[in-house]
């Protein structure tokens, strides 16, 4: 398969969505709740997802769409959504990854478009309309901003350390909340920008050295997870275990520190 073809396709149709939404940020919008009052979509998230699929679907007609907006709110039809989603060919995407930020007219907000070919993650793209930087990625072909090379940064110690974070939108707010404030003791210092796929973006381009969150979906992560591997970083799970797409609790950082972040977010582990 052509891969340079397919982030083309993806990056163009994240171009189509990103105008929408550098239309309509912080305009009054009919908002609906979704799984919780923590968890909200607008009538944009649903036309940046359909003006996404157009593209997708016209440039690769049997290939898989697994988009946010078309998944019932909540974990469990997610986790259902990626068992059912196992075509060989499968787009996986979030039109608007932090809706609420876009509610708000707070500038952090990213369309995220990943490809899984054979159930690998090969393609990454994720777009912020508001700077208009355009990350994107190819699985063992580097990472890159606008056409620019990233790499991850080259950060080993934990105390100068700027990590991310985010704040689930279900279950786990209480335990994320203990395991911020566990890593929060060591490191210069930690950022919350309300976009996940922005988060691992910028732990591919080096801007921040790790990024932790539970609860989150396939299409907050595939892209992200893709590119922060393809700019030389680690990709797990909060217990080490290596990305997938059911992965739900990411640890993503600049390699280096790691393991050291994986300890942190061990609750049984008595901090040090
Ligand atoms: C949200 C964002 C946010 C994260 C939430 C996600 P959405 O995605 O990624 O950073 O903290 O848990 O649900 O709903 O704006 O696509
Ligand atoms: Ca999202
Ligand atoms: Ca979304």
Redesign the pocket.
């Known amino acids: 398969m052509d891969l340079q073809k397919a982030q083309q396709v993806a990056q163009q149709s994240a171009r189509v969505a990103g105008e929408q939404i550098r239309k309509f940020i912080g305009r009054p919008l009919q908002t609906l709740q979704k799984s919780s009052p923590h968890?909200l979509v607008t009538e944009v998230d649903k036309a940046c997802q359909e003006a996404i699929y157009e593209i997708l679907q016209n440039a690769y007609p049997t290939s898989g769409l697994l988009g946010?907006e078309s998944v019932a709110p909540g974990a469990v039809a997610a986790s259902l959504a990626v068992e059912q989603a196992n075509q060989d060919l499968l787009w996986v995407v979030?039109p608007?990854?932090?809706?609420?930020n876009f509610i708000r007219g707070l500038p952090a907000c990213t369309v995220s478009i990943g490809l899984v070919v054979e159930a690998i993650g090969v393609v990454g793209v994720i777009y912020d309309p508001m700077r208009d930087e355009m990350f994107s990625a190819i699985r063992g072909q580097g990472a890159f901003c606008n056409g620019r090379l990233m790499h991850v940064s080259t950060e080993q110690d934990l105390a100068s350390s700027v990590l991310a974070s985010?704040?689930?939108?279900g279950a786990y707010r209480g335990r994320s909340a203990e395991q911020i404030k566990r890593f929060g003791y060591h490191v210069r210092n930690v950022r919350a920008f309300?976009?996940?796929?922005l988060h691992l973006a910028y732990v591919a381009a080096g801007r921040l050295d790790g990024f932790f969150?539970n609860d989150?979906n396939a299409w907050?992560l595939l892209a992200g997870a893709v590119m922060v591997e393809a700019a030389g970083g680690r990709v797990s799970d909060v217990v080490g275990d290596p990305y997938c797409l059911a992965t739900r609790h990411i640890a993503a950082t600049n390699g280096k520190l790691h393991d050291q972040l994986l300890r942190d977010l061990d609750l049984d582990v008595p901090l040090a």
Not at 166 to 169: A, K, M, Q, R
Not at 194 to 197: L, M, N, T
């Open positions: 968890d946010e979030d608007i990854d932090g809706t609420l985010g704040f689930p939108t309300g976009s996940a796929a969150e989150l907050d």
